[in-house]
């Protein structure tokens, strides 16, 4: 079975601070994914990456980078949190782009104080 | 662009009856798939059914299927039997089959089934 892999579960930060989310799947994916979650709004992309280093916007990107050093991990980078980024982030891989499902990690829920 | 819409915000359904939770979606892509996610409480999201376009026939995996009906761009997930397992958010999805797009979710529908 494919396994994501997000390193928190919950996280509380204060407004100003660099946030990092990591996320890391074992099974050989090229495509990875961050998503945030919110309550009537479904999921939205943020950012997404083909490729080692290669990375692309999604729908949402403003106030996010991202990181893709080794194939396995992409981490997610709030430069400077916001309480309006306070959400449940998801993050995903799939083998292809198209028709090819997500795997999903198990969520961050961030918290902005 | 796609869109995906999903009418039912909540659904109670009683133990052991069937569900229908509705999917419409909006594409030009002459070439597209379709997805259910399901998420329980626990924050996971898993993957449901797949159906292709082109598909002839619709897609069952155990007690899921998909209501697929392509002219009127619906793509509704049947649960038979349902179980209190079954209680959690559903999500529809879709994408084009080429090109480097990706998933548009829609979202969702809180299912809770009833003892």
């Known amino acids: 079975d494919v396994k994501v892999t997000q390193s928190s579960r919950y996280l509380v930060k204060r407004t100003g601070e660099k946030v990092f989310l990591e996320c890391v799947q074992d099974?050989?994916?090229?495509?990875m994914f961050w998503y945030r979650q919110d309550p009537g709004l479904g999921l939205r992309l943020i950012y997404f990456s083909y490729d080692v280093k290669m990375k692309e916007k999604g729908d949402i990107p403003e106030g996010y980078s991202v990181s893709r050093e080794k194939k396995e991990r992409f981490s997610l980078i709030l430069e400077s949190a916001s309480t309006n980024q306070t959400s449940m982030y998801l993050c995903a891989s799939s083998r292809q782009l198209g028709n090819s499902p997500l795997h999903f990690g198990n969520g961050t829920r961030l918290t902005v104080t | 662009a796609q869109k995906i819409t999903q009418t039912q915000p909540g659904m109670f359904v009683q133990e052991k009856e069937a569900v229908t939770l509705d999917c419409t979606y909006d594409t030009s892509d002459p070439s597209y798939g379709l997805f259910w996610y399901k998420q329980p409480s626990s924050g996971e999201m898993i993957f449901l059914i797949y159906q292709g376009s082109y598909d002839q026939q619709n897609a069952t995996e155990g007690r899921y299927s998909l209501n697929f009906q392509k002219a009127r761009k619906s793509a509704n997930l049947v649960i038979s039997a349902s179980q209190l397992g079954d209680s959690a958010m559903y999500f529809c999805a879709t994408v084009p089959n080429f090109g480097n797009e990706k998933l548009t979710f829609g979202t969702g529908t809180r299912l809770t089934i009833i003892p």
């Open positions: 099974m050989d994916h090229e495509n």
